[in-house]
């Protein structure tokens, strides 16, 4: 109870992305989930999750492999979320099965490979109606009915403040350089710092400040949502 009410409280003084980032990671922990995201709800013609991605700190490369290997389209779970503003939990064996043959086989060794096996899902909304989901995801049993309220008010919380933050932050501040760009470019892409330094002639070190500095600069906690969020301002295509 007392680490409840050291969350609640530690929400007001939250005032940046990357503090309420640091906040979700401590929340996904506290109900022993491995991470988090916080994504805009796919539509049914989406290809790709990372486009939808606001916050994550799911494990790096997690969500990337998770588009290449086109599991986006038969997600049990992003179907539910389009129908219902309930919340969603799920045994992700069971959910896989319910995919094609071959797609469960596929998706059952994508999950396992990072040690997930369920996940809750909490649909949001701001007040100009657009709707988005948390979702955490671990290696733990289903949550409890008193833990699955916990989380969801946390969840609503956590939006109020995002949305917030993100109404007052004018986007016009987050300039790149071309080099930054550039960077930015070929993480997108799926190159690995050496190989950008060796397209780019350049350093390592260099390369990864100009990556740190687009982090910085677009308020990003990590690569996958530095890419997300350069995609949703179209400074990359």
Not at 160 to 165: H, M
């Amino acid at each position: 109870m007392a680490d409840h009410l050291q969350l609640l409280q530690s929400m007001e003084t939250i005032g940046s992305e990357i503090e309420l980032a640091i906040f979700l990671k401590r929340l996904a922990k506290h109900f022993d989930f491995a991470g988090f995201m916080l994504a805009g709800i796919p539509v049914v013609t989406d290809e790709n999750l990372l486009a939808r991605i606001e916050l994550s700190d799911l494990p790096d490369g997690f969500i990337e492999t998770y588009d290449e290997l086109g599991l986006l389209k038969n997600s049990q779970v992003f179907q539910m979320l389009r129908r219902s503003t309930n919340p969603v939990t799920l045994d992700i064996q069971t959910s896989n099965q319910k995919r094609p043959s071959g797609e469960a086989e596929t998706a059952a060794r994508f999950f396992a490979d990072y040690h997930i096996t369920t996940a809750a899902f909490f649909p949001v909304h701001c007040p100009g109606g657009a709707r988005a989901t948390f979702g955490f995801l671990g290696d733990r049993s289903q949550l409890s009915h008193a833990e699955l309220g916990e989380l969801g008010i946390f969840a609503t919380h956590a939006y109020n403040i995002y949305s917030k933050l993100k109404n007052r932050r004018p986007d016009s501040e987050a300039t790149l350089t071309m080099r930054e760009l550039e960077a930015l470019h070929w993480v997108a892409n799926g190159k690995t710092s050496s190989e950008i330094a060796s397209i780019l002639s350049l350093s390592e070190h260099t390369v990864n400040t100009y990556i740190n500095n687009a982090v910085r600069k677009l308020d990003c906690v990590n690569r996958t949502q530095l890419v997300a969020k350069a995609l949703r301002l179209h400074l990359i295509s």
